[in-house]
């Protein structure tokens, strides 16, 4: 488990953390606005943000028109290094598979955006970034946030970049719910919509899995209330087994059971113990293990709990239709088959809601047994339906 050094005489001691990722919060590699004091970020809470940074990548050239603005929105665990080498893992993009040159979302002819979301970890304001009122990190003072909040502040980025309305806003999982939010309160700046993988609303079995994670962040002794930044110890071992709860979600049995089974992880029988003895065991191990060494354990805290409170019908009078009235934006919605995490059935509410509104909207189920996570892997089918979608679309407005 990270921040252990196995001594050897087989005794262990706790060593300085790896702030790899911590050190990405002050000074990111990657593009940065930061918005004055005297300019707060209202949120949702009623409180307020200010000073406030966001951090930012972005791909290919803006049109004279300024007509070809993608703006992708990422997940939980996501960032803004969507098709660049990530500063911190050093591998490539979460979303290299589908965006750059002549790929599906084609860097030759459209300008692509991602910024890292209010709350995250990797240079944009959070609760590891300083608190003006203190000077020190904000830890558990950072208010707590809303997707609503991340892309208002989003909103402040695409005005910095001069950009009246994005040819597109697309975005899986969490991203998605942020697609859906610019639809609802940013109406006449969207051009065309991709919610992928996504819900209107988190269920409680999703509030329920992420409670369990932000549980064993906060039982860990490290977590130190929150407290944890200049010291010389992380929750890691918390946040690892956060991930790992979390990481199941991801995934469908078929594809567990497939990959996985019930084999043995470098031996041939049971080793009568608590050790990784089966190859899941030892896969979510491995997927704790090097989370923790790019993620901040408040971060998480805090980006959960925003995606607990969405819930896009509540906001809008009880009645979803009403967050898309008035909307003339082109949207193609997108569920996979064995995505038990956001079903099919809850990408299929957003679709009724838009018929409720005469909305231009199109609707794709893809048969994948890759789980939740199919949006991030090789889904041809997946791949063509972006490329339409986007090509048609741009094709409307001329863009070559």
Not at 100 to 117: H, L, Q, S
Not at 174 to 200: D, H, N
Not at 303 to 320: C, N, P, S
Request: net charge negative.
């Amino acid at each position: 488990m990270a921040n252990l050094e196995i001594r050897t005489d087989g005794s262990a001691r706790q060593t300085p953390p790896n702030d790899a990722a911590l050190r990405q919060v002050n000074d990111p590699q990657s593009q940065v606005v930061r918005f004055p004091a005297d300019a707060p970020l209202r949120l949702d809470s009623g409180r307020e943000i200010a000073p406030l940074t966001i951090a930012y990548q972005t791909y290919g050239k803006l049109n004279a028109g300024k007509s070809n603005a993608i703006l992708i929105c990422h997940a939980l665990t996501g960032d803004q290094h969507v098709a660049n080498e990530h500063p911190v893992t050093h591998k490539g993009g979460w979303w290299s598979t589908i965006v750059g040159p002549g790929k599906p979302i084609d860097t030759d002819r459209f300008f692509v955006i991602c910024a890292n979301i209010l709350g995250g970890c990797m240079g944009s304001t959070g609760p590891a970034s300083p608190n003006p009122a203190t000077g020190k990190p904000y830890g558990v003072e950072f208010p707590v946030i809303t997707i609503g909040d991340m892309v208002n502040a989003q909103a402040r980025l695409i005005d910095h970049l001069g950009i009246d309305r994005l040819f597109s806003v697309i975005g899986g999982s969490m991203g998605g719910m942020q697609v859906l939010q610019w639809c609802a309160r940013y109406k006449e700046r969207v051009f065309t919509a991709m919610p992928i993988a996504t819900a209107p609303w988190h269920t409680a079995q999703n509030i329920a899995f992420h409670e369990v994670g932000r549980q064993a962040v906060m039982a860990d002794p490290d977590w130190q209330g929150g407290s944890y930044y200049g010291t010389e110890a992380r929750p890691s071992r918390g946040l690892a087994v956060a991930r790992m709860a979390a990481h199941i979600t991801y995934l469908s049995e078929k594809a567990l059971q497939d990959k996985f089974g019930r084999g043995l992880q470098n031996r041939d029988a049971h080793s009568f113990s608590f050790d990784a003895d089966f190859k899941i065991e030892s896969y979510l191990r491995h997927q704790g293990s090097t989370f923790v060494d790019r993620f901040d354990a408040n971060s998480y805290l805090y980006i959960t709990r925003a995606m607990d409170y969405f819930d896009l019908e509540a906001e809008y009078g009880g009645k979803l239709a009403n967050a898309f009235t008035g909307t003339k934006t082109q949207f193609c919605v997108v569920s996979f088959t064995s995505d038990w995490l956001y079903p099919t059935r809850d990408n299929k509410e957003i679709v009724k809601a838009l018929n409720g509104v005469a909305a231009n909207v199109s609707f794709v189920e893809i048969e994948s047994d890759k789980g939740h996570d199919a949006f991030l892997l090789h889904e041809e089918e997946f791949f063509a339906t972006v490329r339409g979608f986007l090509n048609a679309a741009a094709k409307k407005l001329g863009i070559a």
